[in-house]
Nanobody, 127 residues
């Protein structure tokens, strides 16, 4: 069985930091791209960041550039999203998703490109 499990969400004050983890089980990330998406109730799912695990290519939404950093640890089969300088508008449920054998040109923030999804982790930025 293929699973993605997110962890690391929580409540943080504006300007604070959190690190989300996306741990994969049942498959190796070597041939996948991992995307992070977030969603608020009543809004569409929004792509935040993506990484191609085979070559390290990364993408970031304009809203998070310079604040968020995506990375991977292939030995641990885990992708991380380091979120710094958090803002209230970063609040939402964060999902990681896996795309098998990504090809270029990519559409890293199109949810339809992804094959597997985690259950989500709540991030709340509030004072």
């Amino acid at each position: 069985q293929l699973h993605l499990v997110e962890s690391g969400g929580g409540l943080v004050q504006p300007g604070g930091s959190l690190r989300l983890s996306c741990a994969a089980s049942g498959f190796s990330l070597d041939h996948y791209a991992i995307g992070w998406f977030r969603q608020d109730p009543g809004k569409e799912r929004e792509g935040v960041s993506s990484i191609v695990c085979s070559d390290g290519t990364t993408d970031y939404a304009d809203s998070v550039k310079g604040r968020f950093t995506i990375s991977r640890d292939n030995a641990k089969n885990t992708v991380y999203l380091q979120m710094d300088a958090l803002k209230p508008e970063d609040t939402g449920v964060y999902y990681c998703a896996a795309q098998y054998f990504p090809s270029y040109p990519r559409r890293p923030f199109n949810p339809d490109e992804y094959d597997y999804w985690g259950q989500g982790s709540q991030v709340t930025v509030s004072s």
